[in-house]
């Protein structure tokens, strides 16, 4: 057997990713769980190092068994004619070897195949500062930037840089000029950290960072973004008020106040994402936060008050803006995600209530209520009860003059009176 072999069935079956171990036979990733390969006996440890190191060049395996910095770390792309592209990391886990390798699609999805909201097309319009897309391993980020590269490669004249380990998504230049640079020890730059020390004397508009690592490489990101350039970047975290708290950490406390300063003033937009099991089983649905660097989430960060930071993107729809929560309610109201399957990504008790109020009602039609309900809506005062019915006219006293009505003599002093109880707080104008 060779690996082109376990690839060609990786993407027969339509999965995400094949994990090589020694002593199991391979398994897949399919709509998000792992299943073992029909029909393929259990690897041995001569038989796995010949499958893997059939693909690599002379210098990946020097690096892999020797390099004192990356010793049994190796991270590749790998093309397969007719078939696709493939990410790998080969690594060693109990003393054997061990592969995982994921499967990256060959044609780059519109926003629409994605199912990314339509607000992002507005949101990366900006000519410079900073936009990250975060979310765990396996969230579809790379799928966003790519279709986010896409989109801007297709409709501006710029010149665009990517810098990723590996390269994933193959970009053809359109109306922008593509340059797409590798990291690794046999490939196009040592490192992020390199690659975007010089990447200001290639003249990019647009930088794309496959991941921001460490703190050099994110100090010089906020850099970039503030001399003008629109940089996309990447963070395993799952929240926007977590992004902006795991950039401010990772410096030390004598270089927080200008990161901080740096960040609310380039800082355009976090797009949190994860993948959901769609209820019919046919894959998984993008579930995405929204926060837009309005003038009080800049402030907030400014002033270092975190935490303000979910009630703005709560109550920030006319702007775009949308929590998890609030997403993943609507794809269990439109019947897109069960409600089972939504319930362990749902963060604070306003979600939860409102999964609850669709259980009990079903389901919401499509135009019957506004996409959500802010937090400020759910824990507003019950509306006043209605005026009692005034009594039926008398046919009699149709004709009469009108009197006008007896003002007291201190009329401030005098409550106001309608024939009834004097008039609630609520209908006081």
């Known amino acids: 057997m060779h690996i082109n072999d376990l690839l060609v069935a990786l993407i027969n079956a339509q999965a995400s990713d094949l994990h090589l171990m020694v002593g199991h036979p391979p398994f897949i990733r399919l709509h998000g769980d792992l299943t073992p390969m029909p029909q393929v006996a259990a690897f041995s440890e001569p038989d796995l190092k010949t499958l893997l190191f059939s693909i690599l060049t002379e210098e990946q395996v020097q690096h892999f068994e020797y390099d004192p910095n990356a010793r049994f770390e190796l991270d590749f792309a790998y093309g397969l004619t007719g078939v696709g592209r493939f990410r790998f990391n080969i690594h060693k886990q109990r003393g054997t070897l061990g592969a995982t390798v994921r ?169 949190s994402q994860i993948l959901l099991q769609r209820a019919d089983g046919n894959g998984r649905a993008l579930a995405m936060e929204i926060m837009r660097c309005t003038p009080a989430i800049r402030n907030g960060i400014r002033m270092n008050k975190i935490e303000t930071i979910n009630q703005t993107i709560q109550t920030g729809s006319t702007m775009g803006m949308q929590s998890m929560d609030q997403c993943i309610v609507r794809l269990v109201a439109s019947g897109i995600v069960a409600r089972d399957t939504a319930e362990p990504y749902i963060k604070d008790e306003v979600g939860r209530r409102e999964l609850e109020e669709l259980a009990v009602r079903g389901s919401i039609p499509e135009n019957s209520a506004p996409p959500h309900k802010t937090a400020a809506q759910l824990h507003r005062p019950a509306d006043p009860p209605p005026r009692p019915a005034p009594p039926a006219a008398n046919p009699a006293a149709a004709n009469r003059p009108v009197q006008p009505a007896q003002q007291p003599q201190d009329a401030k002093a005098a409550p106001q009176r309608l024939g009834r109880t004097v008039i609630p707080p609520w209908e006081q104008q």
Not at 124 to 145: A, D, E, F, W
Not at 153 to 182: A, C, G, W
């Open 103 to 271: 499967a990256l699609s060959s044609r780059i999805p519109s926003f629409e195949e994605i199912g990314a909201p339509p607000i992002i097309k507005e949101i990366i319009r900006v000519k410079k500062g900073m936009i990250l897309v975060t979310g765990p391993t396996g969230s579809g980020k790379s799928t966003t930037l790519a279709a986010i590269i896409d989109y801007i490669n297709s409709s501006e004249p710029y010149h665009i840089l990517t810098i990723e380990d590996p390269v994933e998504y193959m970009h053809q230049s359109k109306k922008s000029l593509v340059t797409q640079r590798e990291v690794g020890p046999a490939s196009d730059t040592l490192s992020f950290k390199n690659a975007l020390k010089y990447a200001l004397r290639q003249d990019p508009d647009v930088i794309l960072i496959g991941e921001m690592r460490d703190p050099e490489t994110i100090e010089i990101a906020l850099t970039s973004a503030e001399t003008g350039h629109l940089v996309f970047g990447t963070l395993h975290t799952s929240s926007a008020a977590q992004t902006v708290n795991r950039i401010i950490d990772v410096f030390p406390a004598d270089k927080q106040p200008l990161i901080i300063t740096q960040l609310a003033a380039n800082l355009q937009s976090v797009l």
